[in-house]
């Protein structure tokens, strides 16, 4: 029903930023939640930040408010993730997924679509 497509991945020095892109495309509905996500090496799929397609809303994992920023692009129907003062903490596979849900949300059981992911390296 949906399809996703990340991309902006690559290498980056600590303190650094980068910024990912998430291609929305079939059938979209303005109640979904689309949220970033990223897994590191040994780690569990963890929450990064979610926005919907219309409002004001954004929702952030609270280690990473203040570095990180959500955004859209309605037109081109992307999501995109601008990460900064990156640290090697930060490296991991990202991945945007969406959900149809009301309201905004952390957890990964009620997104319902995932993109296959970009690789972020952060050097130290």
């Known amino acids: 029903q949906v399809q996703l497509v990340e991309s902006g991945g690559g290498l980056v020095q600590a303190g650094g930023s980068l910024r990912l892109s998430c291609a929305a495309s079939?059938?979209?509905?303005?109640?979904?939640?689309m949220g970033w996500f990223r897994q590191a090496p040994g780690k569990e799929r963890e929450f990064v930040a979610a926005?919907?397609?219309?409002?004001?809303?954004?929702y952030y994992a609270d280690s990473l408010k203040g570095r990180f920023t959500v955004s859209r692009d309605n037109a081109k129907t992307t999501v995109y993730l601008q990460m900064n003062s990156l640290k090697p903490e930060d490296t991991a596979v990202y991945y945007c997924?969406?959900?149809?849900?009301?309201?905004?949300?952390?957890?990964?059981?009620?997104?319902?679509?995932w993109g296959q992911g970009t690789q972020v390296t952060v050097s130290s």
């Open positions: 926005i919907k397609w219309s409002g004001s809303s954004t």
């Open positions: 997924a969406a959900g149809h849900v009301w309201r905004l949300t952390g957890s990964i059981n009620d997104y319902d679509y």
């Open positions: 079939g059938r979209t509905f303005n109640s979904y939640a």
